[in-house]
């Protein structure tokens, strides 16, 4: 007969051939896998990812030459053992802005807080923790208040010094103790952001005054952070910005509306400005150190337990902002600065009239012609603050509505075409390596936005609430998710589970109820989690709204409404009072293979010592939850409708082992009660 192929171990790494999302998967990076010694394998058997992960490629008939097998002959020694199953690299995370973190001061903060919701992750067997963007939010303007968007801020690249911790502060040096407002949570579920800015910022000045005292232990290490190239090149012109936006004279203005000098940046103009603001500049950059170290300290900290931070780039920038006003020639603006077209989207099924953003629009022509230093910028500094970064509304990049600057409408406007794989090429060569991204992919998608997707290696996004109405095609259905995914029962866009199911039509409901089997409508919101953890996508993301089981009164953001948004918080003893949650999530983790690596062997050890019995009810296998008692209905033997063999109700330790722990597919998968 002939011999069975060689089978080494090593790392895959392969030009991009097109996947099919039936036939591939993506691994963790840097996993050891089986290949074969082989001829090249087919189209079906391989996937393009970003450079540094693996690429799973060996199968069956690699494996095996099947179609030269003599029949009757001997198989090799060893014929019987089944291999274990590579790490898939399926994982969980949980969308929670900083802001919306237990604090004493109105608003969470990146201090200790931040760190107690991190062990808390751990504890949830968590992956993953998704912030917005963490710049200074839009303030306030006249008749509206309460704007406070992460997404409208003044520069891309700055941090919101709202989010710094006045107690680590104090364990700075900083601040005394007795510097510290009495604690103030009169409405602990919700930020004001009045009282924040009224009670911090005072305090954060006083703290950036310290540090620039000539004796004081951190100067020497923020002279160094201001003075490295990549910082210098946002901060200054941030600082320069923020400080004339702060001036008497300029307060309110829009900067296309300064003086001509300062408008247009003249040097003689730039140079006097800095003069006279030294010392409100030095306190801004003070203040961006002081964001930075905190941050850098929680994301290490983050990191150390195996989390991995998430952040946000929304793709256009503000144009009352120092990225347009230092890059001008990067906008298409006119030569007074406004604006000579502008973002949007067009009509669509969720609006008639489409949706007016305003943002300048790029000109891709001129970036191309930098080689796109300014998105270089931009990411790099991304890369310092996250792990991975979801780029909003990506689609721009492959193809982008563009209104005139003056239409007060988004009806008006034309499709143009992005920079594409342009953009991504530059940045790795830049970058001197992958740019791991995730691609907000949601609305009208072409075929080109998808094929941009797929070359660069980035996964989509699909939410299950957008799944309910559009037939049994509905791309946002679990049966036609795709592996390389992100899942999100909702976004920070979208109502809570609940918020959304009380407001459904009952077409949706009954497609809901039919689907997932529920019965009892108080647990929609975990009957919807189980949905995007038993996905076949590798990543599944959850509001922490949806953990707790809120309405829609806690919704984060209602796109298009200007007011009422970004103000949800946990409330103070949330963290504290959550096993129950803690326990379920485990449960989910455990069962749908998103368990991290440094605790499989946990698994592996509970898998061994245990059996789990399960039932069939109408075709669907239902089981216990594998860890703690937190299930509500932990399986406890056949259901009146199960088979009466007891070997068709038990599923054996042995059986987990062969599959690494994981549950079967299909019929014979196992599912956590409730």
Same mark, same amino acid.
């Given at each position: ?7 080494v ?11 099919t ?8 990076k ?15 058997h391989?996937m ?5 992960q693996?690429?799973?490629m060996?199968t ?22 089944i291999?274990?199953?590579p790490?898939s690299?399926r994982?969980?995370?949980? &969308?929670?802005?900083p ?7 109105g ?5 200790p ?13 968590m992956?993953?923790w @998704?912030?917005?963007?963490l710049?200074?939010?839009g303030?306030?303007i ?8 992460p ?16 107690e680590s ?8 103790a ?5 604690p103030?949570n009169?409405?602990p579920?919700?930020?004001d952001? @009045?009282?924040?800015t009224?009670?911090? =910022?005072?305090?954060?000045y006083k ?5 620039l005292?000539?004796g004081?232990?951190l ?9 490295? =190239?990549?910082v ?10 923020a400080?004339?936006c ?21 040097p ?9 603001s030294?010392? =409100? ?5 003070a ?30 920038v ?5 990225d347009?006003?230092?890059n001008?020639d ?12 502008v973002a949007?989207v067009p ?10 953003w ?5 000109d891709w022509q001129?970036h191309e012609?930098e ?10 500094r ?9 780029i ?8 982008y509505w563009?209104?005139?600057?003056t239409?007060t ?5 034309s ?7 342009k953009?991504?090429?530059?940045l790795?060569k ?8 995730i691609?907000?992919d ?7 936005v998808?094929?941009l997707?797929?070359e660069?290696?980035?996964?989509g ?15 946002h259905?679990p ?8 899942v999100?029962?909702?976004?920070h866009?979208?109502d809570?589970t &609940?918020?959304?199911?009380e ?5 949706a409901k009954?497609h809901?109820?039919q ?12 009957f ?7 996905s ?6 959850i ?9 829609g009164?806690?919704?984060f953001?209602?796109?298009? &409404?200007?007011d009422g ?6 409330g ?12 379920k999530?485990?449960?989910?983790v455990?069962i ?10 946990? &698994? ?8 789990v ?7 669907v ?5 594998l860890?703690?008692s937190?299930s509500?209905?932990?399986?406890t ?6 088979p009466?063999n007891e070997?068709?109700?038990?599923l054996?330790?042995? @059986?987990? =082992?062969l599959y ?6 299909g019929?014979e998968?196992?599912a956590a009660?409730g």
């Amino acid at each position: 007969m002939n011999a069975m192929p060689t089978v080494v171990a090593q790392r895959c790494t392969l030009s991009a051939i097109a996947p099919t999302r039936a036939t591939t998967k993506r691994v963790l990076k840097g996993a050891l896998l089986p290949r074969v010694k082989c001829p090249a394998p087919s189209r079906r058997h391989v996937m393009r990812t970003k450079r540094s992960q693996t690429i799973v490629m060996a199968t069956p008939a690699d494996v095996w030459d099947i179609k030269n097998m003599e029949i009757d002959g001997d198989l090799p020694a060893g014929y019987e053992d089944i291999p274990n199953r590579p790490l898939s690299g399926r994982r969980a995370g949980i &969308v929670l802005h900083p802001t919306s973190l237990p604090g004493n001061y109105g608003c969470g903060e990146i201090g200790p807080e931040a760190f107690k919701f991190i062990d808390w992750l751990d504890e949830a067997r968590m992956q993953i923790w @998704q912030v917005l963007p963490l710049v200074p939010p839009g303030r306030p303007i006249p008749g509206r208040e309460a704007y406070w968007s992460p997404y409208s801020g003044e520069d891309a690249n700055a941090g919101n010094t709202l989010l710094i911790s006045l107690e680590s502060l104090v364990e700075m040096g900083l601040l005394e103790a007795s510097d510290l407002p009495e604690p103030c949570n009169t409405n602990p579920d919700t930020t004001d952001w @009045q009282y924040v800015t009224a009670v911090k =910022e005072p305090l954060l000045y006083k703290a950036a005054e310290k540090l620039l005292e000539g004796g004081c232990p951190l100067k020497a290490e923020y002279q160094a952070w201001v003075a490295d =190239e990549h910082v210098a090149a946002w901060l200054e012109p941030a600082a320069l910005f923020a400080t004339l936006c702060a001036r008497a004279d300029l307060h309110g203005k829009n900067w296309w509306e300064w003086p001509a000098d300062l408008r247009d940046m003249e040097p003689a103009a730039v140079a006097e400005a800095r003069k006279q603001s030294k010392v =409100e500049i030095e306190k801004y950059e003070a203040l961006q150190f002081l964001f930075n170290k905190q941050w850098s300290a929680v994301k290490a900290y983050a990191n150390e337990k195996g989390i991995q931070l998430l952040g946000d780039m929304p793709i256009y920038v503000g144009g009352q902002s120092a990225d347009v006003w230092a890059n001008r020639d990067l906008f298409t603006l006119k030569s007074d600065g406004s604006a000579t077209a502008v973002a949007g989207v067009p009509p669509d099924a969720f609006s008639d009239d489409g949706q007016l953003w305003g943002n300048p629009l790029y000109d891709w022509q001129a970036h191309e012609a930098e080689n796109f230093a300014w998105w270089t910028r931009r990411m790099r500094r991304s890369l310092d603050l996250y792990d991975e970064t979801r780029i909003d509304h990506f689609r721009g990049l492959a193809g982008y509505w563009a209104v005139p600057g003056t239409s007060t409408s988004a009806k008006v406007g034309s499709w143009k075409v992005g920079p594409g794989v342009k953009l991504f090429e530059a940045l790795e060569k830049n970058l001197g390596g992958e740019v791991p991204i995730i691609a907000e992919d949601l609305g009208v998608i072409t075929p080109d936005v998808n094929a941009l997707r797929e070359e660069i290696g980035a996964p989509g996004m699909l939410v299950l609430q957008f799944a309910w109405e559009g037939g049994a095609t509905n791309v946002h259905l679990p049966h036609n998710h795709y592996v390389q995914s992100i899942v999100y029962p909702g976004t920070h866009d979208n109502d809570t589970t &609940v918020g959304w199911y009380e407001a459904a039509n009952n077409d949706a409901k009954k497609h809901f109820r039919q689907y997932t089997g529920m019965t009892d409508e108080s647990e929609v919101s975990w009957f919807m989690m189980r949905l995007g953890m038993q996905s076949v996508s590798q990543t599944c993301i959850i509001c922490m709204q949806d953990v707790l089981s809120l309405d829609g009164s806690a919704r984060f953001n209602s796109p298009g &409404v200007a007011d009422g948004n970004w103000k949800w918080r946990m409330g103070p003893k949330t963290l504290g009072e959550m096993d129950e949650e803690t326990g379920k999530l485990r449960g989910l983790v455990r069962i749908f293979d998103r368990m991290p690596v440094k605790y499989r062997d946990d &698994v592996n050890e509970r898998v061994v010592r245990k059996q789990v019995t399960i039932s069939r009810d109408d075709g669907v296998w239902r089981g216990g939850d594998l860890e703690s008692s937190s299930s509500r209905r932990a399986a406890t033997g056949p259901s009146p409708r199960a088979p009466q063999n007891e070997a068709a109700g038990t599923l054996r330790c042995k @059986q987990h =082992e062969l599959y690494g722990g994981r549950e079967l597919q299909g019929r014979e998968r196992c599912a956590a009660g409730g």
